[in-house]
């Protein structure tokens, strides 16, 4: 239980900690065109997102996988780009293409994955028997993601409802700002790639 309990809190940082915030800027802009009474859209959203990484991770984990760190460390910032793209493309809640946007959200999920696999390796080391600490972990993470969806959720509540900015501007400066941070990402750890 002890074990538990510690890969729990470790996933759980890791997706909240502010150094690591390429995922905390991801899970925002996933859920930035939705307000709190979309939360069934949401959940299902971050479950498809949650399904991909949740594969990448183990398949990763029990090295079945390999994929370059830095290649995966520039994909991440694309995943962001290209939501923040369709947030601002789309403005409002997408009614036809749903479909589209929860496979999206599976197929960035397998890409961040990845990159939590390559922490999460580093604490595991060698040990043989890590399917209960993989567990926990992964539960931790999706106990992060969703403080960092209800808290967006509640943000864009207290914004649209009570100081009655309009749902569309809101949702266009999130994604807009979100984009700028993600595109220098992109272009840093894309420099990264070729300079190596």
């Known amino acids: 239980m002890a074990d538990f309990s510690l890969y729990f809190q470790l996933g759980l940082q890791h997706i909240c900690d502010w150094q690591g915030y390429d995922h905390i800027l991801f899970v925002t802009v996933l859920c930035g065109i939705y307000q709190l009474q979309d939360w069934r859209k949401v959940l299902i959203l971050v479950t498809a997102f949650t399904i991909g990484h949740s594969i990448t991770l183990a398949l990763s984990v029990f090295n079945i ?14 995943t962001i780009v290209i939501t923040a793209i369709n947030n601002i493309i789309k403005r409002s809640i997408p009614q036809k293409n749903i479909n589209l946007t929860y496979f999206l959200a599976l197929f960035f999920g397998l890409i961040h994955g990845l990159g939590f696999s390559n922490y999460l390796k580093s604490l595991l080391g060698k040990s043989t028997n890590i399917v209960a600490q993989l567990f926990a972990f992964n539960i931790g ?41 993600a595109l220098m990402m992109c272009i840093d750890r894309f420099h990264q790639i070729i300079f190596k």
Do not use: D, R, Y
Request: charged letters at 10%.
């Open 65 to 78: 996988l390999h994929i370059n760190t830095s290649l995966i460390e520039f994909l991440i910032p694309v």
């Open 141 to 181: 993470l999706e106990c992060g993601q969703v403080i960092i969806v209800i808290s967006v959720l509640f943000l864009s509540f207290l914004l649209i409802k009570l100081f009655k900015i309009k749902p569309a501007k809101w949702s266009f400066f999130l994604s807009s700002a979100i984009f700028g941070i």
